[in-house]
């Protein structure tokens, strides 16, 4: 029944409405704009660099007509985890995915040499599959993107607008209130497509744009959705050790560039068979443990055929603004890089609620198990985008009743949600990062759900979108340690270690009450 309000009778409506602007939900959007359906595609970012996917360096895996070898690498770096199902199915579309909306639609120009692709190798890979612009792929495939959506007739895209909750009613999803009036504006919907992106805002540091505080994974958790594998948070193993980390990409340790530590020694071949190409997960925590003995690891790139600066240009470019000179090698340390669950969704991204999809990193289609391979985050996006957006149409939108936000109360001063992210940072980092142990995870759960209660005592009175966002992260953090507690099995990126004397405090414990 449409309520009797004018705020409902005017709200805005669409046929589909996908919230995120990285290539997944840009490719969710063009599939359903492709099928007739009027698309409004909503997302916090005011420039494309604010979104994930512009900032991906490696690339876009292909299968180069061998899916069966794709697939077995994925499942392989997945530390057997993956979805055989769901590899099947990103594998079995990849080709068409690519060829389709990269190529044909967006006319995207990919490294060659001569008149071929210059396929690139990375970590895991036991062939070179990987199509590249140097290690700048997302920006020339994000912006060429957004560019071809925003000439598409019946796709509207609203930028700098945040989506605050999911309206739902009996088990399915109508909308969203977004946050452009002071109480929420209802945006009412056939279908709801999140697209959000990933979680590190929750960590100190993070090779994610700012802004990744899973949004559409705590909307969705707090509708009622089901969500999973939220333990499996992967950190890649090489970025650049400096204030403001800058990722280094996998291509260029396939290229040859070694890692050594600060007496000058390559350690890899000590700790797994590929060496510098072993799974993201097994070189983040042998950096790690390289940093801890020795003082510091460093990215010898000597050993590349081409020089560094003519190779990777971007990635000189990056150095030279952080006064690195290559030449003396790249100093690196793993950091908080992707997000393996999230929403549980289908082979067409549908979650557990009714005319809601989840695509992208905040979903968790199963293809990545506890580890993910490299240079498949953009050709999950793709493919997930794709049949989500195809599938979520033919839905007529019908208004319900809603609880409008609560704004009564003065806004908080600017430094109170900065304030709360820089502990929520440390009890994550500290204790729910690369190595975890059991009492760390215990403690973790423990502080996060108090500061959980005192933000939401602030969320009920006021709609800032800052808050909002410390919610998100506030919920995803707890969604981390307690599926890290239920799973006491070192697997991928969910890696355990012995707990530390009982006479150590532990950082969780340390930090309540900063």
Request: aromatic share 4%.
């Amino acid at each position: 029944m449409v309520p009797d309000t004018p705020s409902a009778e005017t709200a805005r409506t669409a046929d589909v409405l996908v919230v995120g602007s990285g290539i997944a939900g840009c490719a969710a959007a063009l599939a359903a704009a492709r099928e007739g359906e009027e698309v409004l595609l909503v997302t916090k970012a005011s420039e494309p660099e604010d979104a994930a996917s512009d900032w991906a360096q490696g690339g876009i895996a292909t299968t180069r007509g061998d899916p069966d070898s794709l697939k077995a690498d994925i499942i392989d770096a997945s530390a057997g985890v993956a979805d055989p199902e769901a590899v099947d199915v990103l594998v079995e579309n990849a080709a068409d995915a690519v060829s389709d909306v990269l190529i044909e639609t967006l006319g995207v120009e990919f490294d060659t040499l001569g008149a071929e692709y210059d396929f690139a190798q990375e970590a895991a890979h036991s062939e070179d599959r990987i199509l590249h612009v140097d290690a700048a792929t997302g920006q020339h495939v994000l912006r060429p993107f957004l560019s071809h959506l925003d000439a598409v007739d019946n796709v509207e895209i609203l930028e700098s607008t945040a989506a605050l909750e999911l309206l739902r009613h009996e088990g399915r999803v109508h909308g969203a209130l977004l946050d452009t009036e002071p109480d929420g504006e209802p945006v009412f919907a056939g279908a709801t497509i999140l697209a959000t992106g990933g979680i590190g805002d929750c960590f100190e540091q993070s090779t994610n744009p700012p802004g990744s505080t899973g949004d559409g994974i705590a909307m969705a958790f707090l509708a009622g959705a089901e969500v999973e594998d939220m333990e499996y948070v992967q950190f890649h193993p090489t970025a650049a050790d400096v204030e403001e980390p800058f990722l280094l990409s996998e291509a260029v340790r396939g290229e040859g560039a070694l890692l050594r530590n600060a007496d000058g020694e390559r350690f890899m071949p000590e700790y797994h068979p590929e060496a510098e190409l072993a799974p993201r997960d097994v070189v983040a925590r042998a950096v790690q443990d390289e940093i801890d003995a020795t003082g510091g690891v460093t990215l010898d790139v000597s050993p590349l055929a081409e020089p560094f600066d003519e190779a990777f240009p971007n990635l000189a470019e990056k150095c030279a603004d952080h006064e690195i000179d290559p030449d003396d090698g790249i100093p690196v340390a793993p950091c908080e890089h992707f997000l393996c669950g999230g929403v549980a969704v289908d082979d067409r991204g549908r979650a557990s609620l009714d005319r809601l999809y989840a695509v992208g990193e905040c979903a968790r289609s199963g293809v990545h198990g506890a580890n993910r391979l490299a240079s498949t985050s953009l050709l999950e996006g793709l493919v997930w985008g794709l049949r989500a957006g195809r599938d979520a149409t033919g839905f007529e939108p019908e208004a319900i009743e809603y609880q409008r936000l609560q704004n009564s109360d003065p806004a908080l001063p600017d430094r109170f949600a900065g304030e709360k992210f820089h502990r929520l940072r440390r009890i994550v980092s500290g204790e729910l990062g690369l190595r975890r142990t059991k009492s760390g995870i215990d403690s973790a759960r423990g502080v996060l759900r108090r500061l959980k209660g005192e933000v939401d005592a602030y969320t009920r009175t006021r709609t800032s979108r800052s808050l909002y966002e410390l919610r998100n992260a506030t919920v995803v953090a707890i969604l981390i340690a307690n599926a890290a507690a239920e799973n006491g099995e070192s697997v991928g990126c969910h890696y355990l270690v012995d707990d530390a004397p009982a006479e150590t405090e532990s950082t969780a414990a340390a930090t309540d009450g900063d």
